[in-house]
């Protein structure tokens, strides 16, 4: 009989940390101890906390071990699960608040503020199950809502239901998904088809990727759900070739539900046909925008097609389309089994549900969140997040990568919802999270975006395809100190001529950081143009670097250690930089034990 359980994460994140050879560890020493019988391994997706793995958790208590190496199972072995006793010196014990001796011995994840604030819907299983097994994804309820759709509704009903909660896309524009459904189904077609873009291009995100490592299930039963209400027979999940864990569980996990009578033919008895196939994508971001995403299916360049017609009349083979990321799919089973009404009751008043975050960058708790929306941006950094590290100052964030803009430290309590978001020149995304702190310089940020767009362009209209490269070049004037005023005011002329003219939704977002940085920190463009300063001391162009005399010890060790050999002086004497010879690498900086030496 099973006594206990050990759950470890087998997202990426983990892996890459050896969570495969934990895996490996713990299932030798138990069946060493000779508590096989008693003791089950199961290595699931992400868990969320992607700072801490890797991640092990031992349950019914649900002990949370974090940074848990290979040498460490055999004490968890025979401390925790032989003897009962908790191995303190792994646990995770940064609850968020205050808490006695006794109690921290018994925290688990779900106690720490990191989960308290969270309320899982699309990563419900995530963490939970083995997604490689459909018996425990059915013992979760899995298919129950196709088995609903099926047996009880019509797909008209089918779609009111989602149309009722109020779901919009995750993957960034939030049109309302039930609408969307509709417009399918008002199409007649021999043949219709249901695609799920799991194309995650965007710089800092994997919120995709671990649904589809930690629940790929949900995504195969809400794309026969959106089949049945929209008179689709196939589906098509489309997944960047960068994802192995996720393709290979996917292909598992569709494989699977053909064996169980859950894809292919008469399932459930009712009539309904539908089945799925895999596509790799070989990385190329514009492959996110729905019609390059098809156009790359079909066999051909990933290129985005004028709208209209829409997909939903003419999408993949000319045949009537619907498309959604994965977030949205997730989302689906648990929207048709609980109802509308559990899914609308959370959320804003015109953005109902969750929305999953990777949260990155200068952040304590990197890692995936999912918050009800109508959180505030403080909340996720400061509750969920664990605020910025090494006592630096939050800065701003950067929401929706390369297609989105930043919101700053004045407008933190900003709820996170797509209206708001708009209203200060953002955009939701598809939900990567960036946080900077008082070191990042903005105008940095919005060239580091905006070469990233220049090198996705798949060039097919003028507005993006030299447009950003015009818009990169006039950064890099205003980083190297060679910008005047009017460069500003042409850099901002130009970015809102991109919006308005590009062919497809990502070139007409691309020039979002830079609108963004533009609006909520011009002041650091001015310094960067008049005073040929950079504020936060990133661009090396305009950095100089200096050794304070009164501060200087002459321990000589700068010298020794500057590469081009830029800095000399005596034994015990202050020291002095040749800015002609220094190449501002910042070596003599990092090995300064005096903090003598200054960058400005």
Request: charged residues 25%; aromatic residues 8%.
């Amino acid at each position: 009989m099973i006594r206990s359980q050990v759950l470890i994460c087998g997202g990426t994140g983990c892996t890459s940390s050896g969570s495969g050879a934990l895996v490996e560890e713990f299932t030798s020493q138990i069946d060493a101890k000779g508590l096989t019988e008693e003791i089950k391994v199961v290595k699931t997706g992400c868990f969320g906390l992607c700072a801490l793995g890797p991640v092990v958790i031992v349950y019914p208590d649900g002990t949370f071990y974090s940074k848990v190496k290979k040498e460490d199972v055999e004490e968890i072995v025979s401390e925790h699960l032989l003897k009962g006793r908790v191995v303190e010196r792994l646990a995770y014990t940064d609850v968020g608040y205050e808490v006695d001796e006794e109690q921290l011995k018994n925290i688990s994840l779900n106690d720490t503020t990191f989960y308290k604030a969270q309320k899982r819907v699309a990563l419900r299983n995530c963490g939970v199950i083995n997604p490689e097994s459909i018996d425990e994804y059915i013992a979760m309820d899995g298919y129950a809502a196709l088995g609903k759709v099926l047996t009880e509704m019509t797909p008209e009903d089918v779609i009111k239901v989602v149309k009722d909660s109020g779901l919009r896309g995750r993957g960034g524009g939030g049109f309302p998904t039930g609408m969307k459904w509709e417009f399918t189904s008002k199409n007649q077609a021999d043949q219709k088809y249901v695609v799920c873009n799991a194309d995650e291009g965007d710089p800092g995100a994997f919120m995709d990727r671990s649904v589809l490592e930690g629940d790929p299930h949900c995504i195969i039963e809400a794309m026969a759900i959106c089949g049945y209400a929209t008179g689709a027979t196939e589906g098509y999940i489309y997944v960047r070739a960068e994802y192995p864990i996720a393709v290979a569980r996917l292909k598992k996990a569709i494989a699977d539900a053909r064996e169980y009578g859950l894809l292919g033919k008469n399932i459930f008895d009712s009539g309904f046909d539908f089945d799925l196939h895999v596509r790799l994508g070989a990385g190329a971001f514009v492959c996110g925008e729905e019609t390059a995403l098809m156009t790359s299916i079909e066999g051909n360049r990933g290129e985005p097609r004028p709208r209209p017609p829409y997909p939903a009349v003419k999408g993949l083979f000319g045949k009537p389309t619907t498309e959604n990321n994965v977030e949205t799919f997730a989302n689906i089973p648990q929207i048709i089994f609980k109802g509308a009404e559990f899914f609308n009751s959370m959320g804003t008043e015109r953005s109902k549900g969750t929305k999953v975050f990777a949260l990155g960058g200068k952040i304590k708790n990197t890692g995936l969140v999912e918050i009800p929306m109508g959180t505030t941006l403080r909340d996720i950094i400061e509750v969920i997040g664990g605020g910025v590290p090494n006592g630096k100052k939050f800065k701003a964030a950067q929401t929706g990568g390369p297609s989105g803009g930043c919101i700053p430290a004045s407008l933190m309590d900003t709820e996170i919802d797509y209206d708001n978001l708009t209203a200060i020149g953002c955009m939701m995304g598809s939900g990567g999270l960036i946080v900077m702190d008082e070191d990042n310089c903005m105008v940095d940020i919005a060239k580091f975006f905006l070469n990233f767009t220049v090198d996705e362009s798949c060039g097919k209209c003028s507005p993006c395809r030299i447009g950003t490269r015009r818009m990169l070049e006039m950064l890099d004037k205003i980083t190297e100190g060679k910008a005047t005023l009017e460069d500003l005011d042409e850099l901002e002329k130009l970015a809102y001529y991109i919006k308005e003219n590009s062919l497809c939704g990502l070139g007409q977002t691309a020039p979002n950081p830079v609108l963004a940085t533009l609006r909520f920190f011009k002041d650091e463009y001015i310094a960067h143009v008049v005073d040929k300063k950079c504020p936060a001391g990133v661009c090396k162009a305009l950095l100089s670097y200096k050794i304070d005399p009164d501060k200087c010890k002459g321990c000589t060790l700068c010298a020794r250690k500057c590469p081009v050999g830029a800095i000399s002086g005596s034994v015990k004497e202050p020291h002095v930089i040749d800015t002609s010879k220094c190449i501002k690498c910042g070596v003599c900086m990092d090995n300064c034990k005096f903090g003598a030496i200054s960058k400005g």
